[in-house]
């Protein structure tokens, strides 16, 4: 299952995604703000998903949040899965408190 031309193909994506992903937040950030984080930590989920190519609503959650760890681990080390609460799984309202939180201890 796992050692197919297709799973091979799909493996080979998923690579150039986590490097585009690790390019995203390897980039300069000199003025440091919270809109360039939220911003390059979105693109890095859209890599992952327009690498997967099309998916569910469930698997587009799957990697839509595999993509936010990589964001993270690779911004500011590896995430607690048992304490992290991704945006992935987050209501808008939780996404908006949880970002001015973030912008208000950032200022």
């Not at 299952?1 to 992903?21: D, H, Q």
């Not at 950030?29 to 919270?34: A, H, I, Q, S």
């Not at 609503?57 to 993270?72: D, K, L, Q, R």
């Not at 609460?85 to 973030?102: C, G, I, L, S, W």
Request: with cysteine; net charge negative.
């Amino acid at each position: 299952m796992l050692n197919t031309e297709e799973s091979r193909a799909g493996a080979m994506a998923c690579l150039n995604a986590i490097r585009i992903i690790e390019h995203i937040q390897s980039e300069p950030n000199p003025e440091c703000t919270m809109e360039r984080h939220w911003r390059d930590e979105e693109a890095g989920k859209m890599a992952m998903l327009h690498a997967a190519g099309v998916q569910s609503g469930f698997m587009a959650g799957f990697i839509a949040t595999f993509a936010e760890y990589v964001s993270f681990d690779q911004s500011a080390g590896i995430p607690d899965p048992h304490v992290w609460k991704p945006e992935t799984v987050m209501t808008e309202e939780e996404k908006a408190a949880n970002r001015a939180h973030y912008e208000e201890a950032a200022a």
